[in-house]
C-alpha cells in the first residue's frame, strides 16, 4: 500500500510535469499537483482528528486545504471566508508559485462559500479542475467505494457543479481506489465504467467518453477517431477518457514490457492528445502508480522532478495516517 500511494503520488506530478513541460521545459508540475496535494492534507488533517477519535467533517477540512492554496495563487476569498490555521505544506514554497491555475477553481474558492454538492458553486463548470485533484480520495484504504466515490464528488462541489464534472472525479477515485486494492487495470477500468453507466442523474457523456476509451484501446481506429470520441480534454470528462485510453493502449502484449516502460509510452501518448497535456498526463501517471507502485516510475525522471521531496513528504504523511506505516 505504501508504494502504491507514493506511486500513485509521484507518478502524478511526473505525468503532470511531462504536460506541463511541453510549454514549461525542465521537469515543473502545475496547479494539477499543488491541488492533489492540498487534497492529500486535507484528508490528512481529518483523518488526525478521526484517530484521535474526534469527529471531523472531511468536506470542511478539504475546503480549508483548498483555501490556504488559493492564498498561496495571491487569491483572496473574501471576508465571508474562514482563515484557517497553518500546516506543514504550507512551508514549502514551490506550492506558492502560481502554475497556470484552472479559473473555475480560483473563482468557485473565491466565493469565500464552501460549495455542497446540493448547492454548488460555479453551477455550469464542467472543467478538468476536479478530476486533477481526486486521485487521492482512492488511495485511502478500509472505506467502501461509496464512500470513497462521495468524499470525491462532495469535494468536486467545491469549486465545480456541473454533474459531469463531479461524476468524472468520483469515478477516477473509484479506480484509484480499484487499483491500489490490487485489481487488474483493465478489469478496473471496466467496471468503473460500468459504474458511470449506471449512477443516477448520470451526465450521459461521461460514461459514453469512457466506453470510446475501452473501444479504441483494444482496437485499430482510423485518425481523427480519437479526438472525436474521447474530446479534446478540456472537460473532465474528456481528460478522464484520455487518460484511461492511454494507460490502456499501452498495456504491454505478453506482459513482457517493464512497468516503467508502460509508464513512459502511456503518459507520452497521454500528453500528445488534445490541449489539456498537464492533466492527461497527471492522470494517467497516477493510474498506473497505482497499478504497479513506484517500480513504475522512470529513474530519469524522478531525478528531474521538482520538489519530490514535498510530494514524498505528503505521501508518508498519508501512509502514516492510514496504515500506521512510518
Given at each position: ?113 464552501m460549495g455542497t454538492a446540493a448547492r454548488p458553486v460555479n453551477p455550469s463548470s464542467r472543467g478538468r479542475g476536479t478530476v486533477m485533484r481526486s486521485a487521492p480520495f482512492g488511495l485511502v484504504p478500509h472505506i467502501a467505494p461509496d464512500a470513497v466515490y462521495k468524499l470525491s464528488v462532495d469535494a468536486a462541489a467545491l469549486t465545480h457543479g456541473h454533474p459531469a464534472a463531479r461524476q468524472s472525479a468520483g469515478i477516477f477515485s473509484l479506480l ?151
Amino acid at each position: 500500500m505504501k508504494s502504491r500511494i507514493h506511486g500513485c503520488l509521484l507518478g502524478g506530478a511526473l505525468g503532470d510535469a511531462a504536460g506541463y513541460a511541453v510549454d514549461v521545459p525542465g521537469g515543473l508540475f502545475s496547479d494539477d499537483t499543488q491541488l492533489t496535494l492540498y487534497t492529500v492534507d486535507g484528508l490528512v488533517e481529518a483523518l488526525e482528528w478521526a484517530n484521535a477519535g474526534v469527529g471531523a467533517d472531511v468536506n470542511a477540512c478539504l475546503w480549508l486545504a483548498y483555501l490556504r492554496w488559493l492564498a498561496t495563487q495571491g487569491e483572496d476569498a473574501g471576508p465571508s471566508a474562514p482563515v484557517p490555521q497553518p500546516r506543514w505544506i504550507d512551508g514549502n514554497e514551490v506550492l506558492r508559485r502560481r502554475r497556470d491555475p484552472e479559473q473555475d477553481c480560483i473563482s468557485g474558492l473565491a466565493t469565500g462559500e464552501m460549495g455542497t454538492a446540493a448547492r454548488p458553486v460555479n453551477p455550469s463548470s464542467r472543467g478538468r479542475g476536479t478530476v486533477m485533484r481526486s486521485a487521492p480520495f482512492g488511495l485511502v484504504p478500509h472505506i467502501a467505494p461509496d464512500a470513497v466515490y462521495k468524499l470525491s464528488v462532495d469535494a468536486a462541489a467545491l469549486t465545480h457543479g456541473h454533474p459531469a464534472a463531479r461524476q468524472s472525479a468520483g469515478i477516477f477515485s473509484l479506480l484509484i481506489h480499484r487499483l491500489v486494492s490490487g485489481e487488474e487495470l483493465r478489469a478496473a477500468a471496466e467496471a468503473v465504467t460500468a459504474h458511470a453507466a449506471g449512477l443516477p442523474d448520470v451526465a450521459p457523456e461521461l460514461p459514453q467518453r469512457l466506453e470510446a476509451a475501452l473501444r479504441l484501446a483494444g482496437s485499430a481506429h482510423a485518425p481523427g477517431e480519437l479526438a472525436e470520441a474521447l474530446g479534446g480534454g478540456e472537460a473532465a470528462e474528456e481528460v478522464l477518457a484520455v487518460a484511461l485510453y492511454s494507460a490502456l493502449a499501452t498495456i504491454p502484449p505478453g506482459g513482457g514490457t517493464l512497468p516503467s516502460q508502460h509508464f513512459s509510452e502511456a503518459v507520452a501518448l497521454a500528453v500528445s492528445h488534445g490541449s489539456a497535456r498537464d492533466t492527461a498526463g497527471a492522470l494517467t501517471g497516477s493510474i498506473l502508480g497505482a497499478s504497479y507502485g513506484e517500480d513504475c516510475l522512470p529513474v530519469q525522471w524522478l531525478e528531474v522532478l521538482e520538489a519530490a521531496e514535498v510530494v514524498r513528504g505528503m505521501a508518508d504523511q498519508l501512509v502514516g495516517v492510514t496504515t500506521g506505516e512510518g
